[in-house]
Nanobody
Framework: QVQLVESGGGLVQAVGSLRLSCAPS????????MGWYRQAPGKQRELVAS?????????NYADSVKGRFTISRDNAKNTVYLQMNSLKPEDTAVYYC?????????????WGQGTQVTVSS
């Protein structure tokens, strides 16, 4: 059973910074991608950023966070990070880590429990 352990959320003032981290525990085969999603109250869950492990580490960002957020991965620790700078009140949401693992063509989607990020104005 794979679990994703998230950390780093909290309360920060606007223009401040936070760093989220996420690491899988349990047996992982071959990670295809790791990413962060967020869900604000009354809104759908949306992709924030993702990094594609099998594509040389290419990244993808939501337009709303480009230039402010950076996703990265520590291969040795199998950990993904989301560095969030210049935070805005509209970034307030529960942030979820997502890992897509693959094994002989079968895809496994894992989700973290979510970590609250609150940005005050």
């Amino acid at each position: 059973q794979v679990q994703l352990v998230e950390s780093g959320g909290g309360l920060v003032q606007a223009v401040g910074s936070l760093r989220l981290s996420c690491a899988p525990s349990g047996r992982i085969f071959m990670i295809y991608s790791m990413g962060w999603y967020r869900q604000a109250p009354g809104k759908q869950r949306e992709l924030v950023a993702s990094i594609y492990i099998t594509s040389g580490g290419s990244t993808n960002y939501a337009d709303s966070v480009k230039g402010r957020f950076t996703i990265s991965r520590d291969n040795a620790k199998n950990t993904v990070y989301l560095q969030m700078n210049s935070l805005k009140p509209e970034d307030t949401a529960v942030y979820y880590c997502n890992v897509i693992d693959t094994y002989y063509g079968t895809r496994y989607d894992y989700w973290g429990q979510g970590t609250q990020v609150t940005v005050s104005s």
